[in-house]
């Protein structure tokens, strides 16, 4: 299966670049890998509103509702000028599609982390807060996929991470190709049960407005904006197993008895965390190779991103 080349925004420092305040960079195994398959737009807002590396840190404090970026070494406030760059770089930004920020910056953090500061009286303030250009990422960009290098070591975060990063790339470069509803058709029963496991509410929604649509333009819009929002929530354990056996329900009647009670007993073992949902998946596709079921095979939610990612 070929894959799309997602565009990610990176902090600089995540893709290996000399730009932390300590003049370091961030070593991540993963992460190093993720890049490999993606056209990365780098970017250091520390840097980029004139900050040298190395340099002395950053932090955010309170100043009444205000959040402020504050350099203590200096006494310089520094948040016209992040949230001037951040407009700007944001602003300017082509179709991309995701964010991955360096966790626990001032600057870059995309999760609440606790940030203590101490004022030259010795009073001590804390805070649980997001970094103030990931915060107008968060903003601008709520239907594409912003996660951390550290949240992505969880396996359920970075799984719905990778299948939205690449399924929104798989549309983005689709939506240059299209031309006819026929072709979104096509796009659309191809990510059917991709759609099914986020909603299938929205998966009947989509199929109808693809299929009453006298407005080709206007239909891409709106579908697009429904795509990104399907795939936001993350799955439950009970929606996979309704997608599984959907699936099923294609293959059940070229089965004999033990491969049904194989398949049944599978989910059963998924509800109780004994397999993996890949499991499920391979067994299901290996079926639809069998049957020569050419529906089934073109669906990404068997492989929905390189499996080297896995
Ligand atoms: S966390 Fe953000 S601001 Fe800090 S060095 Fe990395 S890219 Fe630059």
Redesign the pocket.
């Known amino acids: 299966m070929t894959h799309p080349i997602p565009r990610l925004v990176v ?4 893709a290996g670049d000399f ?3 300590d003049g370091g960079t961030v070593k991540d195994p993963f992460v190093e890998k993720l890049l490999s398959y993606c056209e990365v737009i780098k ?5 980029s509103i004139g900050l040298g590396v190395p340099r002395s840190k950053v932090l955010i404090y309170w100043e009444g509702s205000e959040p402020k970026l504050f350099q203590p070494s200096s006494g310089r406030d520094l948040t016209e000028h992040m949230l001037r760059f951040s407009e700007e770089f944001l602003g300017n930004l082509e179709e991309v599609d995701g964010f991955l ?2 966790g626990k ?1 001032p ?2 953090g995309v999760s609440n982390n606790t940030i203590s500061y101490k004022d030259p009286q010795g009073k001590v303030f804390s805070h649980r807060t997001k970094g103030m250009f990931a915060k107008r990422v968060l903003e601008r960009f709520q239907d594409l996929p912003v996660e951390d290098e550290k949240r992505l070591r969880d396996e359920k975060v970075r799984r719905h991470f990778l299948l939205r990063l690449f399924a929104l790339a798989d549309l983005r470069e689709s939506l240059k190709e299209i031309n006819s509803v026929s072709q979104l058709m096509e796009f659309h029963r191809r990510n059917k049960y991709i759609l099914m496991l986020h909603s299938q509410t929205k998966l009947k929604e989509m199929g109808r407005l693809v299929a009453t649509s006298n407005d080709l333009r206007q239909t891409l819009s709106e579908y697009s904006r429904l795509f990104r929002l399907t795939l936001k929530r993350s799955p439950s354990k009970g929606q996979f197993i309704n997608t599984f056996t959907h699936i099923y329900g294609h293959l059940s009647s070229k089965l004999n008895q033990g491969e049904k009670s194989h398949f049944f007993s599978l989910l059963e073992d998924f509800k109780r965390d004994l397999v993996d949902y890949r499991t499920i998946l391979e067994l299901l596709r290996s079926w639809s190779y069998r049957f020569e079921e050419k529906y089934l095979q073109t669906q990404t939610i068997f492989e929905p991103y390189p499996k080297e990612l896995n």
Not at 11 to 14: D, E, T
Not at 43 to 47: K, M
């Open positions: 902090s600089a420092c995540l730009v932390r305040y970017v250091c807002p520390e840097v920020l360096k910056s600057s870059c």
